[in-house]
Structures are given as C-alpha cells and as structure tokens.
C-alpha cells in the first residue's frame, strides 16, 4: 500500500509540473473588452549605428487612458538575439495581450504585419552572422557610411495594418509547428531601456488614441525614450478608420475572474519565455510601472507586394484594422520608407 501511495504522490507532482508550465506557455498579459485601432502608417528612423535591432510600434494599454501608441524604435539587442514582437489576441470574449520576448528565432507573434522586417510570420529585416549584425536595405533605413555590415534580399509585402489576431476583423493566423518549436526556447523579457521607452510613452497625451484616433504625432524614434523632434517620426496617416468605444477604460478593462482568457494555446505560445502577465498595468515586456504594450509598424520596400489571405511566407506592415488580411499592394524605393515588408521566413 505505501508504494501504490508513493506512486500516486509522484504521478500527481508529475502532473501538477505539467499543468504549471502549460500554463506559463500561454500566460498573457492584460486583457480588455475594446480593440486596439489599426497600426499608423509611419516611416522607419535610420539606424543610429551597429548592433541595433529595430522592434516595432504597438498599441499599448493604460486602465485610465485606454489603448496608446508605444512608438517603434530602434534597440541595441543582446548579441546572437531576436526580438519577437508583442501582440494582441481575441479568445474568451477579451483581447489579451502577449507580451514580446528576445531569443534566437522569431516566434509566433499573432501574424500581425507590423513592417519592416516583421511581415506576419518570422523577420527578414535583418540577421545575425556571428557576433555582427547585418541589415537587409530592402526593409529597413540604413546608411552605408554608418553601418557597413548590410544585405539586399528581395522581400514581397502584403499591406495589412490590423492589430490583432483572431475574432472577426483580425488576423486568422495560427502558430505553425516550427513557431511552437521556437517557443520552447530559452527566452529574454523585454530589455530595462524598452520597458523604460514604453512607459514614457504611456505618460504622453499625445500618444493616447483618444487624442490622435490612430495617428500618433510621435509614430517612431531613433533611440528607446528619445521623444525629442530631432530623433521622433510621425505618422503619415492612421492605418484604419478610428471608432472610439463605447465604454471607459476601466468599464473595458476585463479582470482575470471574468476575462476568460486562456486564449488558444497556439496563439498565446509564442510567449513562451518568462513574460509575466499584470494585474494591474499593461505589460509587454519586463512591465515598467502600470502600461502596457501593443503593436505597430509600417515598412518600406522597393520589391512588388503581393496580397495574401494570410501573413505566411511574407511580411508587411500595414493592414487595415477591419478587414482580417487586407490585399493591398505598393512599390516602394529600395531602403526604409513607409510601409510593412515581411518575409517568408521564420528565425531568421
């Protein structure tokens, strides 16, 4: 009798593991009962030098000012990572936020064509080759005099500015294996100088989108917290038409008992690294003070862009916030400009 106790009492530990690491596989962060607008449409800062990484804009969330724009900006990474951006998903009657991570591969971040390199599904603006970074000219504003290690890779774009995944109007995208595979990885929260960046911008009024109804006056930035006229971008025009809600943020914030948002495991594993959820504020990435993050982002290409039903082996920024996989095509000079580009890879 003690060893068919014994082994009960193991099996449960057993089980009890499983469901614990289950559930920081699909962990989310705040949840509300209001859409974020669609992603601005913005062009990309250059690159302020080596190393840099760029990592997109996002709609964050404020419980007193409701959805804000965290401007894009460019991040000196850890060496040998890459940056998955934070997104925006409907399951249980709430959207949920995901929040971003750094690891060696490009996870699954909701399909969501936030520009520049993040099309939907991987990244191609750029990659590692040993310890040095190098940028591919087709997606990202780079300038030969101050970066020598650079690429150009055709990359076919699919104009989409909806901001999040699943329910009706977003994004119908789903984690392929390969992505699932990258959630199991070892992972990195957001660095101090992007959770720094985040909350500054929450504190911004201009930034709220209440004020600006999609088009941020401060879309992109060429260094984390450098909100100054010299280093910010604004938008060029917001990515959709805004409709402000029909509730407060406090009557839209959805609490954990009533939330229900254990969202689709394939959606939420992409989170899979140590991105812990807020009670209280928004968190994206490390959880600065009390915000959040969203995202967004808009890319230039000098390739032909081809629409798709759905962000696969391409990437592209912008996309119509109403309608799931928007089908809009552009040609864009050569370096960084405008709008989303994507790339049919995942990693890297």
């Not at 469901?19 to 962060?29: H, L, N, R, T, Y």
Request: net charge positive; glycine share 12%.
């Amino acid at each position: 009798m003690n060893r068919s106790i014994i082994r009960w009492m193991i099996l449960s530990l057993v089980l009890l593991s499983f469901c614990v690491a289950s559930f920081g596989q699909i962990a989310v962060g705040i949840s509300v009962r209001v859409g974020p607008p669609a992603l601005p449409v913005y062009a990309q800062p250059i690159c302020p030098g080596p190393g840099y990484i760029w990592t997109p804009g996002y709609w964050g969330w404020n419980d007193d000012a409701g959805y804000y724009w965290v401007p894009g900006t460019w991040v000196v990474a850890p060496v040998g990572l890459l940056w998955t951006p934070g997104y925006w998903g409907w399951a249980g009657g709430v959207y949920a936020w995901h929040a971003g991570y750094w690891g060696p591969h490009v996870g699954f971040y909701g399909g969501i064509n936030y520009g520049f390199g993040y099309g939907g599904v991987g990244f191609v603006g750029g990659e590692w080759r040993g310890g040095a970074f190098f940028y591919n000219r087709s997606v990202t504003n780079v300038s030969v005099t101050s970066v020598t290690h650079v690429y150009t890779k055709t990359v076919v774009v699919n104009e989409n500015h909806v901001a999040f995944n699943g329910g009706q109007g977003g994004i119908q995208a789903h984690a392929s294996a390969q992505e699932e595979a990258f959630a199991r990885e070892k992972h990195t929260a957001a660095l101090a100088s992007q959770s720094e960046h985040e909350h500054m911008a929450s504190r911004n009024r201009q930034n709220f989108a209440s004020e600006n109804h999609g088009r941020p006056a401060i879309a992109a930035t060429a260094k984390p917290g450098d909100f100054s006229a010299h280093s910010a971008v604004a938008a060029r025009s917001a990515g959709g038409e805004y409709h402000a809600p029909k509730m407060s943020p406090k009557e839209a914030r959805a609490t954990p008992s009533n939330s229900g948002n254990r969202t689709n495991t394939t959606a939420n594993r992409g989170n899979a690294g140590g991105n812990k959820s807020n009670s209280e504020g928004f968190h994206s990435f490390h959880q600065p003070k009390n915000n959040s993050s969203n995202n967004t982002a808009h890319n230039n290409v000098n390739q032909s862009r081809t629409n798709q039903s759905r962000p696969q082996p391409v990437s592209h920024n912008s996309q119509p916030r109403e309608s799931p996989r928007p089908q809009a095509q552009h040609k864009s000079s050569p370096p960084p400009a405008q709008h989303h580009a994507n790339p049919p890879k995942h990693g890297k």
